[in-house]
Nanobody
Framework: EVQLVESGGGSVQPGGSLRLSCAAS????????MSWFRQAPGKGREWVSN???????AYADSVKGRFTISADNAKNMVYLQMNSLKPEDTAVYFC????????RGQGTQVTVSS
């Protein structure tokens, strides 16, 4: 059974940083593409970043240069380092396997506010 568990969210001031983690189990992690999505209150889900099977990366324009996705294949973990956070980054963040929204975990709340 595919299981993804997100953690690391919290409340920070604008300009602050957070590191999100996603613990993966139930599938071959090293051969899976992993993504981060987010969903703000009253809005649809927004793609944030991809980590492809060759571990190359891609980012939405809104986070490029501020966020960094990475993985530890030995630990089956995906991370999202978020720097220079803005109020518009406030959302619940989800990790997803192979682009399958239904694979997401419970999400982790990120709130950026002064």
């Amino acid at each position: 059974e595919v299981q993804l568990v997100e953690s690391g969210g919290g409340s920070v001031q604008p300009g602050g940083s957070l590191r999100l983690s996603c613990a993966a189990s139930g599938f071959t992690f090293s051969s899976s593409a992993m993504s981060w999505f987010r969903q703000a209150p009253g809005k649809g889900r927004e793609w944030v970043s991809n980590l492809y099977t060759d571990r190359t990366t891609a980012y939405a324009d809104s986070v490029k240069g501020r966020f960094t996705i990475s993985a530890d294949n030995a630990k089956n973990m995906v991370y999202l380092q978020m720097n220079s956070l803005k109020p518009e980054d406030t959302a619940v963040y989800f990790c997803v396997r192979n682009g399958d929204w239904n694979s997401r975990g419970q999400g982790t709340q990120v709130t950026v506010s002064s």
